[in-house]
């Protein structure tokens, strides 16, 4: 009968005569020769502590409880864990489910066990809104405490896999979810961490519990078909051997399974049949080193004519988790595709274990092939970075789902340094991934030498420069294309704070605005009066009455009273309000109306929108209406002397239906240093004559008057004027 390692546990003969289960208990014996004697016993003893702790309970197979944090240890044993994170599984949900404490368990096993224990840990005993949040909250803890240890994730993965496996216990609609949330963060996790092999096995598993009829069929037709392959792939991997065997390149040959899940989604990609995929042959060539893979590459191009644009070498650019090899595609016998990949023993090792082959919270002077380690401890440290600006758990899940997908493409800085991104990825998200304030700062891109807008899609081998202005800052529009959640979540954490400390400035102005129309002076407004004000109130904070007064989200001039005291609502009378200051620079507190769109030199009003902060529009633009007027939502305010900045101003134009009217146009327009930013004909009244509907770029109602006199003297101009709009 095999034993937990050094120990006759299984006979009873550990811990007052306790024997261990049947289920599970001689599987994990048997993978534990790798650990040393002390780290047996302390499994031995946390088994004790977690069998006592789950006694009476069972799993909806009927099993005992118990069968699942074995099984789970035993995964994590055949990964070659150390002995606390196989400690950690046993105990995995005893916090949980059981009335032993984290407390009790560092005691017991030490502080990093609790601590492992405790990431894996769901956090259910907390009430959350929905079901959806509480998800995303276990989420944001876990991956928090795996961006420390590698371990917790390590544990959940293998917790994940077991009950998966485990999956056709549990009702329909359990096994959809559970296969969903799997599909959409397990995988991708285990194949960001370079875990292939087990990323491939949640894939298939995910894929027969969200589609069982769809992996029912594709299931039979792979069987069926595995028997009609068998003699084409043993002829195939022999001419390979012998050609390698010319070229004197040691190596092992392999016929290369195809997963379930991988031919379905090559199916709906390519929207191709059952046959057409599985007509692909694969194989995997294992070498001693990197040297005889290329020569072993060399040597199957003269085998078989390669497949132009089917080449990648992951050895010279390894793939961000860590996985290097050389895949190439062959016309194979009877013109059937043969796709190859070739790779030294360690690359396989890493291609297979990924993360867990070599452990972050060893020493560095491990071999490390190609900085495996460092790759996912930057990607582990990013979640931190990405926590530390996201506002809530569904945020900080939303970013992470984004650097989860597994295509990359690989680009240059004009250093020659490889920057690793998710498919989709755009010239902002290189900018940031090279430094948050390159990203901050950013105004324009050259992609291979040319100038291109930050918007831009970068493809493999880019060469991509950022150029940056100390007095730029990122634009809302850059979350429609952004593709990495780093970048998101800088742009989001940025515009928060810009916004907060805009709508503080604002409400400062409108508050003291309010006071002084109710006949007091703000500089005497102390402690005391802010200390009244909080009584009673949702605000703790000055900075954050402030902050919602320039929002829009509370009325100025009520503050006010409540500062003062003043109980009648209507005392501010016939007084005037002070104007406030617009310095012309538009922020996400400050806003030009489309509508009006006013510009220096124009009287002016602004609006307290809720959540917005000031609207500012023009005292005759049409969105304001006389018959709705509320005083208490406008506030007056005036033109800075001299606002560095253009603005955009409306015009609309009647001309001549000629030839090279609008060369001219833009000419004149051009010489009275301005600029057509956009520009669109309405539809024709009359052949004779063509109306323009252009924006310009002007400094103020005397610049405007300049372009409007150029524009007069051109002969087919019949008449031009400005232009506002109802909102």
Known sequence: MPTLGVSPVASGLKAGGASLPGPGAGELTAVLGYLEAKDIDAIEEAYEVARAAHAGQYRKSGEPYITHPLAVAKILAEWQLDGQALIA???????????TTKGEIAKRFGKAVAELVDGVSKIDRIEFATLQHAQAENFRKMLLAMARDVRVILIKLADRLHNMRTLDAVHAEKQERIAKETLEIYAPIAYRLGLNALYYELEDLGFRYMHPTRFKVLDKALRKARGNRRDAVGKIADQIQARLGEFKVEAQVKGREKHISSIYKKMQEKSISFSEVFDIYGFRIIVPDVSQAYLALGALHTLFKPIPGKFKDYIAIPKANGYQSLHTTLFGPYSMPIELQIRTADMHKVAEAGVASHWLYKSHEENDPKGVQLRSHQWLQSLLEIQSESGDALEFLEHIKVDLFPDEVYVFSPKGRIYSLPKGATAIDFAYAVHTDVGNHCVSARINGESVPLGTVLRNGNRVEIVTDPNARPNPVWLSYVGTGKARSHIRHYLKTMQSQEALEVGELLLVQAVRSLKANPDELGAAHWTRFFKGDSAKTREEVLSEIGLGKRLAVVVAKKLLSIADPHAEGDHRLDSITIRGTEGLAVQFSPCCR?????????????????????????????????????????????????????????????????ARLAAEIAEADSNIDHVETEKRASAVYSTLVFTVQVKNRMHLAQVFRRLRKIPEVVRVNRTKKKA
């Open 89 to 99: 599984a046993l105990l995995h949900d005893v916090v949980e489910d059981t009335p």
């Open 598 to 662: 006013p510009i220096p030199g124009d009287p002016i009003i602004a609006q307290i929108r809720k959540g917005q902060g000031l609207a500012v529009h023009t005292h005759d633009c049409p969105a304001i209406h006389p018959f709705h007027f509320d005083p208490e939502k406008w506030v007056d305010v005036q033109w800075d002397p001299a606002p560095d900045r253009l603005f955009d101003v409306n015009v609309r134009l009647v001309a001549a239906n000629q030839r090279g009217v609008l």
